[in-house]
């Protein structure tokens, strides 16, 4: 599946009922993408917590499964965005370029330089 058939399919299920409306840019998409997207990166957490904290065996399919439901909320956002997959990862890496033009460091992570980064995702 291409990432543009995957924003598809993951559309088709998205609600269309939102109890709340546009906030100035905010629109009720963007919220729920956003808020779902939080939730779903606390539910990785939790089933990291299980493992580090607790001594359970970490539950990689639900960490897939997790990471879809991320996937998910995604589509939403890009698609309310007007935005692809492809869109948001070239416009990640061209950042990450000028942030980290080799490799990571902490110095780069700690002084990265976010005039010329919000260029980059401009261009």
Request: hydrophobic residues 40%.
């Given at each position: 599946?291409?990432?543009?058939?995957?924003?598809?399919?993951?559309?088709r299920?998205?609600?269309k009922?939102?109890?709340?409306?546009?906030t100035?840019?905010?629109?009720?998409?963007?919220?729920?993408?956003?808020?779902?997207?939080?939730?779903?990166?606390?539910?990785?957490m939790?089933?990291?917590?299980?493992?580090?904290?607790?001594?359970?065996?970490?539950?990689?399919?639900?960490?897939?499964?997790e990471a879809?439901?991320?996937?998910?909320?995604?589509?939403?956002?890009a698609?309310?965005?007007?935005?692809?997959?492809?869109?948001m990862?070239?416009?990640?890496?061209?950042?990450?370029r000028?942030?980290?033009p080799?490799?990571?460091?902490?110095?780069?992570?700690d002084?990265h330089d976010i005039?010329a980064?919000?260029?980059?995702?401009?261009?």
């Amino acid at each position: 599946m291409s990432p543009h058939e995957y924003i598809q399919n993951a559309l088709r299920t998205e609600t269309k009922q939102y109890r709340f409306s546009t906030t100035d840019e905010v629109t009720p998409r963007i919220e729920h993408a956003v808020m779902g997207l939080v939730t779903e990166a606390g539910e990785c957490m939790d089933a990291l917590k299980k493992a580090k904290i607790y001594g359970k065996q970490l539950d990689k399919v639900n960490l897939m499964e997790e990471a879809g439901d991320i996937m998910w909320y995604l589509a939403i956002l890009a698609d309310e965005l007007g935005v692809s997959f492809e869109d948001m990862w070239e416009k990640n890496i061209a950042k990450l370029r000028v942030r980290f033009p080799e490799k990571y460091t902490n110095e780069l992570a700690d002084n990265h330089d976010i005039i010329a980064e919000r260029a980059a995702l401009e261009q």
